[in-house]
């Protein structure tokens, strides 16, 4: 049975930077695209970005390009986030979650909280 | 960037039918995927390319698509139906992905 879990989150300062990470079991991680989807408190799901199963393509969320960075290593069956320039929107629970060719995400983690505040 | 829409909330008894919408430019054109997110838990798929249930999702989860509208429908609902439902497709020419605002259901 497909397992994620994520790890990283925390309270961090405006402006620092945190890497969260997700580690995947129970299935073969090198054949699944990654994801990360986050939730502000009270608020909906918000897609923030997508790695390929070979990590050769990503994709950002408009709000999070060019300060957010995806990455995996299949070796070691983990997916990243490094996440600089962090703001007060950007607090929110942070998801992983996969797909197989471009379907819907059909395992998730159970998160992990990302509080941006001084 | 594309854009779908959901209303915020829906209210049925239970044992009535409640029907979740979704809504899109064109986005019978799309596949559509469904989530039920119950209070502090993460999301759960309950309905994948516009009409396949997950296993272990009952039959009185369906879906459909066409037009401008997509549509979660819940028959019979129960109590333990009562959640957020959040619609998703991949943004066509970015393969970024979309999520609708969500709806809450409420089971009265």
């Known amino acids: 049975q497909a397992r994620l879990v994520e790890s990283g989150g925390g309270v961090v300062q405006p402006g620092r930077s945190l890497r969260l990470s997700c580690a995947a079991s129970?299935?073969?991680?090198?054949?699944?695209?990654m994801h990360w989807v986050r939730q502000a408190p009270g608020k909906g799901l918000e897609w923030v970005a997508r790695i390929s199963y070979d990590g050769k393509n990503e994709n950002y969320g408009d709000s999070v390009v060019g300060r957010f960075s995806i990455s995996r290593d299949n070796s070691r069956a983990t997916v990243y986030l490094q996440m600089i320039g962090l703001r007060g929107e950007d607090t929110a629970v942070y998801y992983c979650?996969?797909?197989?060719?471009?379907?819907?995400?059909?395992?998730w983690g159970q998160g992990t909280l990302v509080t941006v505040s001084s | 960037s594309y854009v779908v829409t959901q209303p915020p909330s829906v209210s049925v008894a239970p044992g009535e039918t409640a029907r979740l919408t979704c809504g899109g430019d064109k986005i019978g054109n799309l596949r559509v995927h469904w989530y039920q997110q119950r209070p502090a838990q993460a999301p759960v798929l309950v309905m994948f390319y516009d009409v396949v249930r997950p296993s272990g999702i009952p039959q009185r989860f369906s879906g459909s698509n066409s037009g401008s509208t997509a549509t979660l429908t819940i028959s019979r609902v129960e109590v333990g139906d009562e959640a957020d439902y959040y619609c998703?497709?991949?943004?066509?020419?970015?393969?970024?992905?979309?999520f609708g605002g969500g709806t809450r259901l409420t089971v009265l």
């Open positions: 129970g299935f073969t991680f090198s054949i699944y695209g």
């Open positions: 998703q497709v991949w943004e066509p020419t970015t393969n970024r992905g979309v």
């Open positions: 979650a996969r797909d197989r060719d471009g379907g819907p995400l059909n395992s």
